[in-house]
Each structure stands twice: as C-alpha cells, then as structure tokens.
C-alpha cells in the first residue's frame, strides 16, 4: 500500500490547484477524511473540467449520460453513492481495490452551485485504515 501514497499525494495536488486557481474553499463540515468537498459556481466546471482532465483523464461517467445500470451494477458506482444525469464524476484506478476520484455534483435546490469532491475509495478496512492515517490533512 506504501507504494501508492506518491502517486496518490501527486494527484491530491489537484486539490491546492482548484483552491488557488478558482477560489474554492472546503466544506469543513465534511467528516471522511479521505474525501475533499468544496462548494463552486457552476459557471466555472467547464474550465475545472480541463484541469482535472489533466489528473484523471476523460471523465468516467459525464454530464447528461445516464448512469442506470452503472449505479446498480459497477462497484465503484456503488461506493461513491451512484450519480445522476446532471453529475460528472472522474476516476483513476490506482489498484484492483483502490480509487481515485473527482465529481462535479450541481445542486438541485440551487443550480448556480456544484459541490466538487475528490475522495479516495478504498475496498478493504485495511487500505482504508492504512490511508486514513497517511494522508491525514491531505483531503
């Protein structure tokens, strides 16, 4: 598991980008700590997009495609809490049993705002535990 912490931390830098970059702050009221949430305008997710884009690739579930089958049936899909039409969510297999990812989720009760979230899925108690405490402070 040690060895995915660079790649892992190199990829977390995406975090201090879209901070300094768009001016997104942290919902601080979030208690997982392997998972950064931030509040921004939705007016801005396409430019967001390109640079995450850079970290994670194409999107893997994007706006406007349904994701029926994927939210019942696709593991990671489950893990995340599945996503909706409108959602676009990101993802970087680091392992069989460990995930990166990134989502643009807009807010229904106000379409002006999308929550962004970077969060580290990790399949076993384990890799979590483990990830918990290497990467604490770092989402």
């Known amino acids: ?14 975090i ?14 979030v208690e997982d700590p392997l998972l950064y949430c931030g509040v921004a305008d939705s007016n801005i997710i ?5 640079d995450v884009e850079k970290y994670f690739g194409k ?3 994007p706006a406007g495609e ?12 489950r893990e995340v809490g599945g ?28 379409p002006v705002k999308t929550s962004v979230r970077i969060g580290l899925v990790c399949y076993g108690a384990d890799e979590r535990d483990f990830f918990t405490r290497e990467l604490k402070g770092a989402f």
């Open 59 to 61: 999107a893997y579930k």
């Open 16 to 29: 201090d980008l879209i901070e300094n970059k768009f001016k997104i702050k942290p919902n601080n009221d």
């Open 83 to 110: 996503a909706r039409k409108e959602q676009t969510l990101y993802r970087k297999e680091i392992s069989e049993s460990i995930v990166l990812y990134c989502a643009f989720w807009p807010w229904g009760s106000n």
């Open 66 to 77: 349904g994701a029926f089958f994927k939210n019942f049936f696709d593991k990671f899909m």
């Open 1 to 14: 598991m040690k060895n995915y912490l660079p790649e892992i931390r190199k990829n977390l830098e995406l």
């Open 46 to 50: 396409a430019q967001l997009s390109e």
